[in-house]
C-alpha cells in the first residue's frame, strides 16, 4: 500500500518567508511525527500527534513553529519567518500501536522528507 | 555529555565483510533499542528492534544490547553493496511517543 508522503520534496526560501510542509500518512495510523534531520545530526523531535489527544509540541524550537493535524490524516507544518538555521530535512512519520515480539511497540513509518534551503 | 553518541563514519568495507556498527547512551532507563537503516534522499526503515538487553537475529543483521555498558550494536554479515546508507540507533524510554532518541548516523559503503 501507499507510504508515508510528504509535499514538497524540496523547498527553497528566502530569509523571513513563511512555508507550510505537507503531509499525508498513512491511512489508518492514529499516530504522526515530525521531525528535523539537521546535516550530519540526529533526527530531532519536533511535535507528536496522537488520535484526538492534544499534541505534544515539547520539541518546537520556537513560536515560529506550528503544526495542525485534522482528524488522523494530512498535517502541515508552518515555519514563520524562516531563518537559515532553520534549513534541514524535515521527516514526517506515522505509525499504529502494535505488539512486536516481546513488548509493544510504535514502528514509525518514515515519508522521504522534505529538504528546506533557507538563503 | 549527548544521550545518544554515534560514530559519524564514513565507513568503508569491501563486498562481504563483516560490518559492526555502534552506539552509546547516557541514560540507563532507556528500555528500547531500534536501528534504522537510511538511504540517501529517503527516509529512515526500521531495520532491527529489541526491547531491553539481549541479542535479535534477522537473516544478516544482528542487534545486540549491553545495558550493563550502554552499548549497543548492529552486526551485518556478508555485506552487500546494498547495504550502503546511513544507520540511526535510536533509544526510548518508552515504546511509543515523543521519547525516542536518535543518533547522528553512521555512513557504510559497501564496496563491490
Known amino acids: 500500500g501507499a507510504g508515508v508522503s510528504q509535499s514538497p520534496s524540496n523547498k527553497v526560501t528566502e530569509k523571513g518567508k513563511d512555508v507550510e510542509l505537507r503531509c499525508d500518512p498513512i491511512?489508518?495510523?492514529?499516530?504522526l511525527y515530525w521531525y528535523r534531520q539537521r546535516l550530519g545530526q540526529g533526527l530531532e523531535f519536533l511535535i507528536y500527534f496522537q488520535g484526538n489527544s492534544a499534541p505534544d509540541k515539547s520539541g518546537l524550537p520556537s513560536d515560529r513553529f506550528s503544526a495542525e493535524r485534522t482528524g488522523e490524516s494530512v498535517s502541515t507544518l508552518t515555519i514563520q519567518r524562516t531563518q537559515q538555521e532553520d534549513s534541514a530535512v524535515y521527516l514526517c512519520?506515522?505509525?499504529?500501536?502494535?505488539?512486536?515480539?516481546?513488548?509493544?511497540?510504535?514502528?514509525?513509518?518514515f515519508g522521504p522528507g522534505t529538504r528546506l534551503t533557507v538563503l | 555529555q549527548k544521550e545518544v553518541e554515534q560514530d559519524p563514519g564514513p565507513l568503508s568495507v569491501p563486498e562481504g565483510a563483516i560490518v559492526s556498527l555502534n552506539c552509546t547512551y547516557s541514560n540507563s532507563a532507556f528500555q528500547y533499542f531500534m536501528w534504522y537503516r537510511q538511504y540517501s534522499r529517503k527516509g529512515p526503515e526500521l531495520l532491527m528492534y529489541t526491547y531491553s538487553s539481549g541479542n535479535k537475529e534477522d537473516g544478516r543483521f544482528t542487534a545486540q544490547v549491553d545495558k550493563s555498558s550502554k552499548y549497543i550494536s548492529l552486526f551485518i554479515r556478508d555485506s552487500q553493496p546494498s547495504d550502503s546508507a546511513t544507520y540511526l540507533c535510536?533509544?526510548?524510554?518508552?515504546?511509543?511517543?515523543?521519547?525516542?532518541?536518535f543518533g547522528p548516523g553512521t555512513r557504510l559503503s559497501v564496496l563491490p
Open positions: 512519520a506515522s505509525s499504529q500501536y502494535t505488539l512486536l515480539g516481546g513488548g509493544s511497540t510504535d514502528t514509525q513509518y
Open positions: 491511512s489508518g495510523h492514529t499516530a
Open positions: 535510536a533509544i526510548s524510554l518508552r515504546s511509543y511517543g515523543q521519547n525516542f532518541v
